[in-house]
C-alpha cells in the first residue's frame, strides 16, 4: 500500500485551491495504511476529509478520491479494523458529496469525462465481493453506487427514430426513459434510454448485456466504441 501511495503525485492531480490540500493526500493515506487504533485512524481520517480527498465542511470530493479508492479498498481489506472502518467512511461520503456536484469529471479507460461519482461507483463494484462481505456499511455503498449505472455499447442498430443499442449494463438501470450521457470519441451528448424490452432476455447472454433504446440518435451518433452514464444519478440507496 505504501509503494501505491508513493506511486502517485498528488500535486498533479486537480481540485479547487482553496479546498483541495495535496499535501495532506500522502500523509493522510500512509497514516491511514498504518493505523494501529481508533486514535491514530481518526487523525489520518481528519487529513484525508478536511482538504485531502474530500472537503467535508463544503461537501466537495476531488479526483483524488478516485485515484485512492483501490488505496482505501486494500486498507478495509489489510488494515487495522478502525483504519478500514474510516477507509469506508470515506468512500461513504465521496460518493455522497459527488452526486451533488456532477461537474467534477475524471479521465477513465473508458471515456474521458466521467462524472466523479459514476467513476467512483464503478470502482466500487469492481471490488463487490470485498464490500459485501464488510457488511451492512459495506452493502450499503454498493447499494448507492448501484445508482450510477453505466453501460457499454458493443452494437447498434438504427430502429425507428432511434437506435437499440446492444451492450453491458453495470449497476442498476432504473426503468422507465431516463435522462443520459451518451460518451463517445471524446464528446458528451444529452439524450433520453429506456430499456429495449423485445430484445431481451436472450437465453444465449449474460444476466449483464442488455439492450437500451436511445430516442432521436442517429446511429453515427452512438457506433462502439460508446458509454452511456445515467444523465441524473440517485441520491442513494433506501436503507438511508
Known amino acids: 500500500m505504501l509503494e501505491a501511495i508513493d506511486a502517485v503525485n498528488w500535486g498533479d492531480l486537480p481540485g479547487p485551491r482553496d479546498l483541495y490540500e495535496s499535501d495532506r493526500v500522502a500523509t493522510g493515506l500512509r497514516a491511514l495504511a498504518t493505523a494501529k487504533g481508533l486514535v491514530q485512524a481518526a487523525g489520518a481520517g481528519s487529513l484525508l476529509a478536511g482538504g485531502g480527498l474530500v472537503h467535508d465542511h463544503s461537501g466537495a470530493v476531488f479526483p483524488a478520491a478516485v485515484t485512492a479508492v483501490p488505496i482505501l479498498l486494500a486498507i478495509v481489506r489489510d488494515g487495522h479494523p478502525d483504519a478500514g472502518a474510516t477507509a469506508l467512511g470515506l468512500l461513504d461520503d465521496a460518493l455522497a458529496f459527488a452526486v451533488c456536484d456532477r461537474r467534477t469529471r475524471v479521465a477513465t479507460s473508458y471515456a474521458e469525462a466521467v462524472p466523479i461519482c459514476c467513476a467512483l461507483a464503478d470502482h466500487l463494484r469492481h471490488h463487490a465481493g470485498l ?100 444523465g441524473r444519478c440517485g441520491s442513494g440507496s433506501a436503507d438511508r
Not at 146 to 175: I, K, N, S, T, Y
Not at 195 to 220: M, N
Open 131 to 230: 464490500l459485501a462481505a464488510y457488511g451492512a456499511e459495506g452493502r450499503r455503498l454498493l447499494a448507492d453506487a448501484a445508482h450510477h449505472w453505466r453501460f457499454d455499447v458493443q452494437e447498434a442498430v438504427a430502429e425507428g427514430d432511434g437506435v437499440a443499442a446492444f451492450g453491458v449494463l453495470a449497476g442498476r438501470f432504473p426503468g422507465g426513459t431516463q435522462p443520459a450521457e451518451l460518451h463517445r470519441a471524446g464528446h458528451v451528448t444529452p439524450l433520453a434510454v429506456q430499456v429495449a424490452p423485445h430484445y431481451y432476455p436472450l437465453s444465449d447472454r449474460s444476466p449483464d448485456e442488455a439492450c437500451l433504446r436511445i430516442d432521436g440518435a442517429r446511429l453515427d451518433e452512438v457506433a462502439p466504441p460508446a458509454a452511456l452514464f445515467p
